[in-house]
């Protein structure tokens, strides 16, 4: 059906929240929505990729059990948008006519070895072939939050969406045992990449949110910024800076560093060369206007 009809459900998703705060492609599919998943609305885009409809809503953001870079926690609320329902993979990358930089080649696995730029690259790329206004001024890199096209997830968009509602150090609960049910990591990716979707998703329904690859995000990353955060919709620090937000962890992170609320910086946005084959991403875009449209439908 057409993507204004997922209003109502949007609706109820998020009336909860709302009161409480003001503010694949390719061969194969990811594994559908399962029945404790409810809350998941899928939308297939016009190039059809999948993203899950995100409710808006407020979280306690980063902990006090972390790393320092991750305190203080504090509430922040997030607007609705949507989100890619698996990390890019290869197959997309190859259908915007960009150069592959992964090491570990396989058209069903996610883009790897990609620095920052190469990432809003993409974004824009996708932007354009389905008529959407593209985020990233390619001069600057400066990023339009007004327009209507992909982009990277902000920090606070990407935590959000991995905790889907927990509170707990995992978007599936506190115990790490429990982690080789959702994601590839050091204990079980036999070092290298693996197919998007293959473990569970959490309960918003994206997949590997924790580990296979660890993802960058739109901000410029900084040790101390969670002292100022603004609490609605914090877009990162507003001056430049070396380093980019990477979240989730990777297929060689120990448990600890796929926790929801881990976050580092990385030095990669400009050269390929110094991009890890830990690295890559997924987009998000502004949560479509009430009055709907044609170009997206809701599954």
């Known amino acids: 059906m057409a993507l204004r009809r997922a209003w109502p459900i949007l609706s109820l998703m998020a009336g909860a929240c709302l009161c409480l705060a003001g503010c694949g492609g390719g061969r194969g599919r990811p594994a559908a929505v399962k029945a404790g998943e409810a809350q998941a609305v899928v939308v297939r885009t016009k190039s059809g990729a999948e993203m899950i409809l995100v409710p808006g809503g407020s979280f306690e953001m980063g902990g006090a059990n972390g790393e320092p870079c991750e305190s203080p926690a504090h509430k922040v609320w997030v607007s609705s948008f949507l989100m890619d329902r698996c990390e890019v993979t290869q197959h997309q990358y190859a259908k915007a006519q ?7 080649k396989d058209l069903q696995n996610p883009v790897d070895q990609a620095n920052w730029t190469d990432a809003a690259r993409f974004c824009n790329e996708r932007s354009r072939a389905e008529g ?13 939050f007004e327009a209507d ?11 959000y969406a991995c905790r889907a509602g927990a509170a707990t150090q995992y978007a599936f609960g506190d115990d790490a045992r429990a982690l080789g049910a959702y994601a590839w990591f050091d204990a079980n990716s036999g070092n290298r990449t693996h197919p998007s ?32 955060s603004p ?7 507003a001056a430049s800076g070396p380093e980019r937000v990477v979240r989730g962890g990777s297929w060689k992170s120990n448990a600890r ?25 997924r987009c998000v875009r502004k949560a479509p206007a009430k009055d709907g449209g044609a170009r997206d439908t809701i599954e």
């Open 149 to 159: 096209g992909y982009r990277l997830p902000t920090e606070a968009e990407w935590e």
């Open 132 to 144: 959407l206004k593209p985020c990233y001024d390619e001069a600057t890199w400066t990023c339009d």
């Open 231 to 237: 609490g609605c919709d914090p877009h990162g620090p």
């Open 257 to 281: 560093a796929c926790r929801s609320s881990g976050r580092h910086g990385d030095r990669s946005v400009l050269d390929t060369c110094l991009a890890s084959d830990t690295l890559g991403f």
């Open 98 to 104: 960009l150069p592959d930089p992964s090491h570990f």
């Open 197 to 228: 979707g293959q473990k569970q998703p959490n309960r918003w329904g994206l997949f590997d949110m924790h580990g296979n690859v660890a993802e960058w995000c739109n901000d410029v990353f900084d040790a101390v910024y969670y002292k100022t």
